[in-house]
């Protein structure tokens, strides 16, 4: 059985900060960790540990803290490693004779070999600020060298001696010109990265100009949905967007992230600030949810939202990018660009807080957006969804595809 993924920091500390603030709304503590916890989609003695170091922390219960057990753990490790390193240094000094044996890939590759077994080829190579893939990379060259490995040991020793006689003034061209004056076939990019792996190069006459400055001007995403919002399978089209709720202590804002196939919420937060954090702890909180339930995202998935500078953000792109999702973003101050999305929040605002406020903290309603989640997606019906509610359209998706299948 697969091993499920960690649950996020975020949505760890909301859990936490929900069953403290909201315990006297319940008739104990343990009531209050259990109708939370099986409303975040966890185990109520998952939950149940997470306040408990909570109560630590804040100096509410004997024990370790969690800042404190991180620091001793981080300093046993720290001391491990310097011990570690310290051995590998007093090592590599009685190989290299202080300096008298010069310290090239082969050197560096046959003393890692040595020592592998006893202290691992990453820790050696921290050490010694050598990287690991060079001594991979090392180590296959020398049990199988490749046809270019072999050709360029042939090449070298030649581009050297032609280097030489010209008493250093050959650049890669002129080398190239005298390799084919001797009948020696080579590509010239082949002579260009033979010289420059030597650190052989050519006189050169006046100042080297730059002629290419880089645009920092970045464009953003091009829409990729325009106005089409439906999708054959689950995690092929995310929307995304947030809105804001009027509380008497300030402005909550509250953003969504809707799988475009079942119409189903997959993240969600609330939050007093509306920086780039907001969204993409969303997105965070999004893919580890399908991630949990096993549902893997689809090839070319794309991510649809507005223009709006937390969605445009350098790290809010990146993030969709390092996940595999296509970012899509609509045009500017057009609804209809990105009209799923809107029509969601709409049923956000007029079935929950339109209707059940005035608001007062944060945490009301972070409360009331939880459990307005897990209705939306366990129990209310959708006309998109063939009149039933998104986690369960999700679930007989497998059903009607193998039911198309025998048509």
């Not at 920091?9 to 006297?24: I, Q």
């Not at 054959?232 to 509250?254: H, I, K, Q």
Request: hydrophobic share 35%; net charge neutral; glycine share 6%.
């Amino acid at each position: 059985m697969p091993r499920k993924p960690p649950y996020p920091r975020e949505v760890r500390e909301r859990a936490v900060k929900m069953v403290l603030e909201h315990r006297h709304e319940y008739d104990s503590q343990w009531a209050a960790i259990t109708s939370i916890a099986e409303k975040m989609g966890m185990t109520a003695e998952t939950l149940r540990g997470w306040v408990r170091q909570a109560e630590v922390d804040d100096g509410n219960r004997p024990g370790t803290t969690s800042a404190e057990a991180a620091r001793i753990k981080e300093l046993e490790r720290d001391n491990r490693e310097l011990r570690r390193a310290n051995e590998i240094l007093k090592a590599a000094s009685a190989f290299f004779g202080a300096g008298a044996r010069p310290a090239t890939t082969e050197a560096m590759t046959e003393f890692i070999d040595g020592r592998r077994d006893e202290y691992g080829v990453e820790p050696i190579c921290h050490a010694l600020a050598f990287a690991p893939s060079t001594y991979y990379a090392a180590r296959k060259r020398r049990v199988h060298p490749s046809a270019r490995a072999v050709r360029d040991a042939e090449l070298v020793p030649v581009i050297e001696l032609i280097h030489e006689r010209s008493d250093g003034c050959y650049g890669a061209e002129k080398v190239w010109w005298q390799l084919e004056r001797e009948r020696i076939p080579a590509a010239r990019c082949t002579v260009e990265r033979l010289m420059r792996q030597q650190g052989l190069v050519g006189v050169r006459r006046g100042k080297r100009r730059r002629t290419t400055i880089r645009d920092d001007q970045a464009d953003r995403p091009t829409d990729l949905v325009e106005r089409n919002f439906s999708a054959e399978c689950p995690n092929r089209l995310w929307v995304a967007d947030f809105t804001y709720v009027m509380t008497w202590s300030g402005v909550v804002y509250v953003a969504f992230v809707i799988d475009a196939f079942s119409r189903r919420i997959v993240g969600w937060k609330a939050d007093t600030t509306m920086r780039t954090s907001l969204v993409l702890d969303t997105l965070e909180m999004a893919l580890w949810s399908r991630q949990r339930d096993g549902i893997p995202l689809a090839d070319g998935m794309v991510h649809h939202n507005d223009a709006g500078s937390q969605y445009t953000s350098l790290a809010f792109t990146t993030r969709l990018i390092d996940a595999g999702v296509d970012p899509s973003v609509g045009s500017v101050g057009d609804g209809y660009d990105n009209a799923l999305a809107e029509s969601t929040i709409g049923l956000f605002k007029t079935e929950k807080i339109n209707r059940r406020g005035p608001w007062k903290t944060l945490s009301d309603v972070e409360l009331a957006t939880l459990e307005w989640v897990d209705w939306y997606n366990h129990e209310r019906l959708h006309s998109a969804c063939d009149r039933r509610p998104p986690a369960e359209y999700e679930a007989l998706h497998p059903d009607r595809l193998r039911a198309g299948e025998t048509q």
